[in-house]
């Protein structure tokens, strides 16, 4: 059974960074690609990065573009995310997510799998 774990999440001031980590295992896995969404309080699930299998191409959100950087270690079935210049939106729970394909999407039903997500709360 596939089983994504993120970790990393916490509290931050805003203008503070953070570094999400998602382990992916259980899987029989060939390539695929890896994502991250994340969720506000009363708000729907959004896409926020994306990155293909060999992890030349990369994907983000116009609203962390710049800010944020995703990265993957195949060795170890790692993606991170790389969180920079916090703003008080950034606040959410993060997902992390896998795709059974090798290239990247910003759309959360092109996802197989998903981890339970991890908070990250940002103060101003």
């Known amino acids: 059974q596939v089983q994504l774990v993120e970790s990393g999440g916490g509290s931050v001031q805003a203008g503070g960074s953070l570094r999400l980590s998602c382990v992916a295992s259980?899987?029989?896995?060939?390539?695929?690609?890896l994502g991250w969404f994340r969720q506000a309080p009363g708000k729907e699930r959004e896409f926020v990065a994306t990155?293909?299998?060999?992890?030349?191409?990369?994907d983000y959100a116009d609203s962390v573009n710049g800010r944020f950087t995703i990265s993957r270690d195949n060795a170890k079935d790692t993606v991170m995310l790389q969180m920079s210049s916090l703003k008080f939106e950034d606040t959410a729970v993060y997902y992390c997510?896998?795709?059974?394909?090798?290239?990247?999407?910003?759309?959360?039903?092109?996802?197989?799998?998903w981890g339970q997500g991890t908070q990250v709360t940002v103060s101003s």
């Open positions: 997510a896998l795709r059974n394909i090798a290239t990247v999407s910003r759309r959360s039903a092109g996802y197989d799998y």
């Open positions: 990155i293909n299998w060999s992890g030349g191409t990369t």
């Open positions: 259980g899987g029989t896995f060939t390539r695929f690609a």
